[in-house]
């Protein structure tokens, strides 16, 4: 693994996902294509938790706290007990931001971390070099997920007219 380069994946992915909701005003933000779908905000808000409850919490762990376990997370009830419904857009992205912020001066002051430092988690051995490329691909997963919703909703906006010349999708 090239543990500077997954960590500038991370710095990167915050301009990356303001430039993707930049133009959407609010209240299409909020607009969750199914019932049980995410709305961008959703994600936004998912990005936070994760930010703050899951990915650095868990990677200090297995690095710096070998043997504990990690704090138990809930991804899906987030979306309820944290109000994802309530949460304003841009306000959800920029407190994203400033918790990435806070992650990557910590990653930064980390003095030579063992990438093969290994938690027993309950579907197998998860290393610390596992938590921190995990955590890069959650970003693009998200990142992924905003572009699936920005193309549904210019799929609305065009109708009754096609996309299909664009290309597969």
């Not at 572009?147 to 597969?168: E, F």
């Amino acid at each position: 693994m090239q543990p500077e380069r997954v960590i500038a994946e991370l710095r990167g992915a915050p301009a990356i996902v303001r430039a993707l909701v930049a133009d959407l005003p609010p209240a299409e933000a909020c607009v969750r294509p199914a019932p049980d779908a995410w709305s961008v905000r959703d994600v936004l808000c998912h990005l936070l938790d994760e930010e703050r409850l899951d990915f650095a919490v868990r990677l200090a762990y297995t690095l710096q706290r070998p043997g504990e376990a990690w704090p138990s997370i809930d991804t899906l009830g987030w979306v309820t007990s944290h109000d994802y419904a309530s949460a304003d857009p841009a306000e959800t992205l920029a407190s994203w931001e400033a918790e990435r912020a806070r992650s990557l001066a910590w990653l930064a002051g980390l003095k030579a971390p063992d990438w093969e430092a290994t938690y027993a988690a309950p579907w197998g051995p998860m290393r610390a070099g596992d938590l921190l490329a995990s955590w890069a691909a959650h970003d693009t997963f998200h990142q992924r997920q905003i572009v699936r919703l920005r193309y549904r909703r210019l799929q609305t906006l065009a109708a009754p007219y096609s996309l299909r010349y664009a290309g597969d999708w």
